[in-house]
């Protein structure tokens, strides 16, 4: 019988005054009992419109029907058919923009829960004493090459060995999963989750061979040289933007991608770790999409006093997940809105003492139809503090498309490629952040699926001449 109660089952979480000071997980999952009776409010619809809202065809209602009768291996397995990685998407994909906006249950109260109970059932699966042994698909012989192992790059691989492919991954950093591990902290996405995903590609027989930088330890070229009979670059979005204010050269001023990759990757905030990052009093975040969110907790729970967002408009404008917005403003973080910074200002040796700010109004409404903000004359003033972290956004890093022959890029960086991947350059498809600019995780898994199905075509068709 339908669950035909309007909210969503509250998920458990640490006390937000306990959680600040801890980089433990913040949410804690369902039960099997909230996990069965969340998806006995989905109405199993004929037409169901919450599929086209997911990047990665997920079978939702089917997978959420498995929930409701107590069978989270079957649950496991439909969810899996299409998506390589379910339980990070359960923690980080933005489900109320995507399948959750489209259930009807959202219409007269809250949508099913989807990615809760996605979430539920990966961990169910993870945490199983008895797991069944992951099955390596047999070889077609033929080798594919993927640049990052962030979620573009792991989608892609993940699909290609299931098709037969022989799959070796190259990720310039030490150790895979790209942004999931230096991009988002630990109580957010924790890494044993990440780790263990790549441990399901491994046994797959995904091959993943880390400090290899494409661009300087091998070329693209270099790489077909070897035997790859094509080559998938999900290199992401890694090089910072910045404000090109004065004072950003200041001592105390970090990219949000230095910082937080100090913190999740080099694990700055545990102690019997030589990564050094200095333990501010008064921080100040500028930006206010998820990235901007998760520097402001990371920099509480590293012992910040005071740790504030300033973002140029409101509220309502705020890019970031309502989700993470809320648990920032529980966990004590200070919105600093409707500013925009004029410079940073410092001391005579140069380290950061505050940072100058304008306040702004909204205006008329911009090209993508979000009210302009326009600086009100005579307004500035100094938001004393220690550090600022610009939380702005990130570009692709030129390296590969400069060293990579007739590889045509975008006007913004991005490497050009169509809407099934192909790339200017024969053999050479590119998905996600590397191609789009910072977008979300599940995109750049979309992405990825998509530069598989592409490629398995492309490597049929020569393979036929």
């Not at 992951?134 to 060995?161: E, F, I, M, Y």
């Not at 790209?178 to 797959?204: D, S």
């Not at 995904?206 to 930088?213: E, L």
């Not at 505050?354 to 307004?379: F, H, M, N, W």
Request: net charge neutral.
């Amino acid at each position: 019988m339908a669950n035909m109660k309007m909210t969503k089952n509250p998920m458990p979480e640490q006390d937000p005054q306990v959680r600040n000071h801890n980089f433990e997980e913040v949410a804690l999952g369902y039960t099997p009992e909230m996990a069965i009776d969340e998806a006995k409010r989905c109405l199993n619809c004929r037409n169901p419109l919450c599929r086209t809202g997911c990047p990665v065809s997920v079978r939702i209602p089917e997978f959420i029907a498995k929930v409701a009768e107590g069978d989270f291996d079957g649950a496991y397995e439909v969810i899996t058919s299409t998506n390589s990685l379910p339980a990070v998407c359960g923690r980080v994909c933005p489900q109320e923009k995507q399948c959750e906006s489209k259930c009807v249950r959202g219409i007269k109260g809250e949508s099913v829960g989807i990615g809760r109970l996605e979430r539920f059932v990966a961990d169910y699966h993870m945490n199983k004493a008895n797991k069944p042994a992951v099955v390596a698909p047999q070889s077609n012989g033929h080798k594919v090459a993927v640049v990052g192992s962030g979620p573009a790059g792991l989608t892609c691989a993940g699909d290609l060995r299931k098709m037969g492919y022989d799959v070796d991954i190259y990720e310039a950093f030490h150790k895979a999963g790209g942004v999931l591990v230096y991009g988002i902290p630990q109580f957010r996405l924790p890494k044993e989750i990440v780790a263990a995903e790549i441990e399901n590609l491994k046994a797959m027989g995904v091959n993943v061979i880390t400090n290899a930088v494409i661009g300087r330890s091998l070329t693209v070229d270099e790489l077909f040289e070897d035997g790859y009979e094509a080559v998938f670059i999900g290199s992401g979005a890694g090089l910072p933007q910045f404000l090109h204010i004065p004072g950003e050269n200041m001592l105390g001023v970090y990219s949000a991608n230095e910082f937080l990759t100090r913190v999740n990757l080099m694990k700055a905030y545990k102690d019997d770790y030589d990564t050094p990052i200095k333990k501010f009093k008064n921080v100040a975040i500028v930006g206010g999409g998820n990235v901007a969110m998760d520097a402001a907790r990371v920099a509480k729970r590293l012992g910040a006093e005071n740790v504030y967002i300033t973002y140029r408009r409101g509220k309502e404008e705020l890019p970031a997940r309502k989700e993470e917005v809320e648990h920032a403003e529980a966990e004590g973080i200070e919105f600093t809105l409707l500013n925009n910074p004029a410079q940073i200002v410092g001391d005579e040796e140069g380290r950061v003492t505050g940072i100058e700010l304008i306040r702004q109004e909204l205006g008329a409404p911009d090209a993508k139809g979000r009210r302009r903000p326009e600086p009100v004359e005579g307004s500035n003033w100094v938001l004393p503090c220690d550090a600022v972290v610009i939380a702005i956004g990130t570009s692709p890093n030129p390296l590969i498309k400069s060293t990579t022959k007739n590889l045509a890029t975008t006007p913004k960086g991005g490497i050009e490629a169509d809407d099934k991947g192909q790339t200017s350059r024969e053999g050479v498809f590119a998905g996600g952040d590397a191609v789009t600019g910072a977008a979300t995780v599940i995109l750049a898994m979309g992405a990825g699926k998509t530069g598989a199905k592409s490629i398995d075509a492309y490597i049929k068709r020569k393979s036929q001449k």
